[in-house]
């Protein structure tokens, strides 16, 4: 009876098949990306443009982002401060804003939010406005539905003064002054561009170590990923911010969802369903904020994880079953769908390679472990090399986008410590999917942002978060120590996972 070595060899190649193809694309965008890419343009209209600012209780970024847009260029612009506080101390801020651009209180408008009460019901509040020639403050009784549901809202407002364009920022991204007539020129170029995403780049100064971890590893997807996926023709992404719409083409396909923790992948998988496209422009750059600390970093990839997997359950048919895609189109779509889902896979196959381990040993000399030995060993070079390609392919793109693009050489000595603070999250992200395929709610998380010389201060994880990641640290260390023990092996994956762990545990 081998159907038990048989069967655990066909998992494990099964797994690293998935492995490959996900390192496949992170290989092909990298290095599609040292190509310049083709990015259609015209001379703009000129239309109006809503330069549109999502807040909810913003107390240190929000004036250096109000600026920021006003140092814009474009001409024909007035910039939206669409804000959901609830804390009274900054409504009189933002109202303040508003005054001081020389807005009056727009009373007699039918523009109102439903708001649920604590009895169950529900009712309507009128949406508080202010407008002047520039300026207009939009803000909410509630934060009901989150920055999808604000955005929501805000269309029928936009809608109602017939404005054509908007560029969406969140509280924190400053926009290169020129931003909005180098998209405008983009997006106006086919019909059937309904949106241009910009680059996003942390602000080059004042960053604490972390921040620099997080910082190469966000950034390369903008200067590498993106910037491949264009090369290449790949369905582009609107990734939160940072971004122009036609609003036609947002209201074409349904506006925002209300209640949705990832709005960017659930709007655009509609776009690219609807045969909509968007481009990514690599040289218009927005300079914003990266989390300070760990725990603010777990807290956002928690509330991207959730988000990334309900809509990888809710469109992953659409996507297989469209006629607007094509073959690569869907699998790349799929890739992005997918993204936040493979530590699920990654979790299952270290806990796999666990059980594996512990079932040589017990069963060492029998005839079922003897024919595993001689199917992996009949494959041992290919698959070895497989497992390093799978590995390295989490830093092809920073080391692109290092050596390549921005040739800052001296971030190569941080690689080690990006790849082991962005393994320590890891049951952060399984946790989060759970959340996201079986659909279980979770609140909406606003990552804390400071200015760099403001910053207060900074809270470590929860300590359950951070006991459970310090016993399945000892676990591992407990585990390979009893590998080696028994085999005589060093066994490499305790490079990667002890370390990572152990960040999680005293972070």
Known sequence: MVWSATFLFTVQVGC????????????????????QPSVPR?????????????????????????????????????????????????????????????CTRFVNHSFSQEVSMPSGESRHEPIEIWESKDFVLFHRPSKDGFKAGSLRKLQDYL????????????????????????????????????????????????????????????????????????VLGHPALFSGCCTMFRLSAVEHVGGFTPGHLTEDIDLTNRFWLAGLKGVYLDSVVNYGEVPFTLDHFRRQQERWCTGTARVFREYFW?????KRLSVIEKISALRQNAYYTTPIL?????????????WLAVGWNSYEVEYYLYLLNSVQIPFTVAICICLLSNLIQPFVMIVFKKRSYRDLFHFPMMLWYGWSVMLTYIVANLKGLFLIKLD???????????????????????????FVCATFIAFYCMEGLVFGWFDPWGLLLVPAFLIASIK
Not at 318 to 322: C, T
Not at 453 to 470: E, I, K, Q, Y
């Open 16 to 35: 690293l098949l998935v492995f490959f193809a996900f390192a496949f694309f992170n290989y092909l965008y990298a290095f599609a990306s040292l190509r």
């Open 318 to 322: 659409d996507i297989i079953w469209s």
């Open 444 to 470: 909406w998380f606003r990552t804390p942002k400071y200015l760099r010389h403001r910053v207060g201060p900074l809270t470590s994880s929860p300590l359950p978060v951070r006991a459970v990641n310090l």
């Open 346 to 358: 990654t979790g299952a196959a270290i806990l796999l390679g666990m059980l594996t381990v512990w």
């Open 159 to 230: 809608s109602h003064r017939g404005t054509k364009y908007m560029y969406l920022l969140d509280a924190d991204w400053k926009p290169q002054s020129d931003a909005l007539e180098r998209t405008l020129e983009v997006l106006e170029a086919k019909d059937d561009i309904a949106f241009v995403q910009s680059k996003r780049a942390a602000f080059p100064y004042g960053m604490n170590l972390f921040q620099k971890y997080v910082a190469l590893s966000e950034e390369s997807c903008y200067y590498v990923d993106f910037e491949g996926r264009q």
């Open 42 to 102: 015209v001379s703009h209209s000129g239309g109006e443009v809503a330069v549109v600012v999502v807040a909810y209780n913003e107390q240190f970024v929000l004036e250096r982002t109000l600026k920021g847009c006003e140092q814009l260029t474009y001409p024909n612009r007035f910039t939206v401060l669409a804000d959901d506080s609830t804390d009274p101390k900054i409504i009189d801020q933002i109202r303040q804003f508003a005054i001081s651009r020389g």
